[in-house]
């Protein structure tokens, strides 16, 4: 049997999404059927709408969600129905040489659901990340979901599913910020208010938070951050030297995804110091540093997929720290919209008024 159910398609480059009948098949093996709670609407669905990841047309959206277990394949143990999960992108696969030699968080072989959602027409559809959940309904991996308590929201328990779980990890387990650190935080939507909040849990002394837009900044004050510099007018660099005794900061987390910022990341870092990339580049994009600089300043240049999260690890603490009002995820809920929101969502997104606009479903 299959279910006929209403979700967010992304037909082709820069059009606007649409709400769409698709079909979702019966799990198989290894598989799960999950009835979507809540989706937050992450930068990266714009990504693959403006073709920036792939040109494997029509996306189904959606990645960044919570639900409800309610079927499983024949051979599935780890979930059951009934079961409340925060859907993820790192369905590990055990035997891989990342797997292998002890990090799974690095897993070179991760894996989505075997089946194809579709379209009416039976054209098959891209599920973002391997997800697509901007539906009622999605077919994915049982090894996609991750139990967490289930009385968390699940508007915010979703929202670990990718960009607050990146930004969080990106500070503590790329990044390794520790207790007294300095860190700076360019770019503060989503993500790297996430990367504020990790370093907040960390422990960091000095939190410097960068964005153009001043709403951003007041945001990331809320969630940890000791200072604040607006790039529109202020020198980046020069301002987090001045900020970390003429030094620059121990960690520098890049949360835009453009060469200037990340230039300017790699420059506001103390020697030795570390620069984290989690903003997510275009193919087209280039960057030109003197390779003296990289050598002379030392350190690590590192880059952060989902934060190097271990979803089992991972979720179901940082959900226990939100059960103990430790982890403000409920802050990075700026609106709930229905499915029918997401292209209007997109638009609030690049105007900068929220953080995360969340689709709720039923
Ligand atoms: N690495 C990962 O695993 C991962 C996961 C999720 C998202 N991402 C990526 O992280 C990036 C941020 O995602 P988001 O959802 O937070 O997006 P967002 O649009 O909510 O946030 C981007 C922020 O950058 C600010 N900004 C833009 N130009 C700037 C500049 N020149 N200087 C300083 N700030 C500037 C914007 O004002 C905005 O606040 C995107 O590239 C997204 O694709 C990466
Ligand atoms: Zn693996
Ligand atoms: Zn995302």
Known sequence: MSHEVQGIVARAVGQPVSLETIIVPDPGPGEALIKVQACGVCHTDLHYREGGINDEFPFLLGHE?????????????EV????FVVLNWRAVCGDCRACRRGEAQYCFATHNATQKMTLTDGTELSPALGIGAFAEKTLVAAGQCTKVDPAASPAAAGLLGCGVMAGIGAAINTGEVGRG???????????????????????AATIIAVDID???????????????????????????????????????????????????????????????????P???????????????????????????????????MLIDLYMQGRLNLDGFVSETIGLDGVEEAFHKMERGEVLRSVVEIG
Not at 65 to 77: C, H, P, Q, R, Y
Not at 183 to 202: H, M, N, Q, T
Not at 297 to 316: A, V
């Open 65 to 77: 969600a919570s639900g409800i277990v309610e079927a499983v394949g024949d051979d599935v143990t």
């Open 80 to 83: 059951a129905p009934g079961d």
């Open 181 to 203: 650190d300095s860190v700076a935080v360019i770019g503060c939507g989503g993500v790297g208010s996430a990367a504020v909040c990790g370093s907040d849990l960390a422990g």
């Open 214 to 280: 001043d709403q951003k900044l007041a945001w990331a004050r809320e969630f940890g951050a000791t200072h604040t510099i607006n790039a529109a007018n202020e020198d980046v660099v020069e301002r987090i030297r001045e900020l970390t005794n003429g030094n620059g900061a121990d960690v520098v987390i890049e949360a835009v995804g453009l060469p200037a910022t990340y230039e300017q990341a790699f420059y506001a870092r103390d020697l030795a110091g570390t620069v984290v990339l989690v903003g997510v």
């Open 282 to 316: 275009t193919p087209d994009m280039k960057i030109e540093l003197p390779l003296i600089d990289i050598f002379g300043r030392g350190g690590s240049l590192k880059s952060s997929w989902y934060g190097d999260c271990l979803p089992s690890r991972d979720f179901p």
